[in-house]
T-cell receptor, first 113, second 115 residues
């Protein structure tokens, strides 16, 4: 069935380190792909999205490229900050699911000074 | 402007009781979604409304769960005969329209604890 697999955390990095959080999906049709972020004590918010193959979503220094051939949408950032500490969720939606989001389990990131 | 709001923020109830969880979406958003998030997991889809009607309720776990949106704005998730396994954070999200590339805006959630 449809699902999202993302790397397990927690991930601990020093400030200014390079970040990669892997995400792969199994979905029918042509899904749209998303990364959502949940900062401590706050609600889920959209970080970036890509709606078709080879699109790159970007926001706040984070990037992810829609790779249809590998069904992946890995999140990257070149230099993380302490303020990036949060839980990151990979997700997809398509018409088969009524456009509801299908989430991965989340990856907790802790950035230390 | 105001975001998605949910009430109550916390609800503690006893096994077997009935609970109602409320969601106020962003004004003008026609699509509304309910999700459930258990500890250490991502949110799981429950039900999707487009306007007043439930367009997809395939995520509701059983017939103890029911949701309404009578006027196409506020929605209420109703859980009958609560069980300890229902304990989770219940999230509501709204979007301008029910299209897959429309951003869903999430509320802060209601934490339900069934004793």
């Amino acid at each position: 069935g449809d699902s999202v697999t993302q790397m397990e955390g927690p991930v601990t990095l020093s400030e200014e380190a390079f970040l990669t959080i892997n995400c792969t999906y199994t979905a029918t049709g042509y899904p749209s792909l998303f990364w959502y972020v949940q900062y401590p004590g706050e609600g889920l918010q959209l970080l970036l999205k890509a709606t078709k193959a080879d699109d790159k979503g970007s926001n706040k220094g984070f990037e992810a490229t829609y790779r249809k051939e590998t069904t992946s949408f890995h999140l990257e950032k070149g230099s993380v900050q302490v303020s990036d500490s949060a839980v990151y969720f990979c997700a997809f939606s398509n018409s088969n699911s009524g456009y509801a989001l299908n989430f991965g389990k989340g990856t907790s990131l802790l950035v230390t000074p | 402007g105001a975001g998605v709001s949910q009430t109550p923020s916390n609800k503690v109830t006893e096994k077997g009781k009935y609970v109602e969880l409320r969601c106020d979406p962003i004004s003008g958003h026609t699509a509304l979604y309910w999700y459930r998030q258990s500890l250490g997991q991502g949110p799981e889809f429950l039900i999707y409304f487009q306007g007043t009607g439930a367009a997809d309720d395939s995520g509701l776990p059983n017939d103890r769960f029911f949701a309404v949106r009578p006027e196409g704005s506020v929605s209420t998730l109703k859980i009958q005969r609560t069980e300890r396994g229902d304990s989770a954070v219940y999230l509501c999200a709204s979007a301008r329209r029910g299209e897959d590339h429309n951003e869903q805006f999430f509320g802060p959630g209601t934490r339900l604890t069934v004793l």
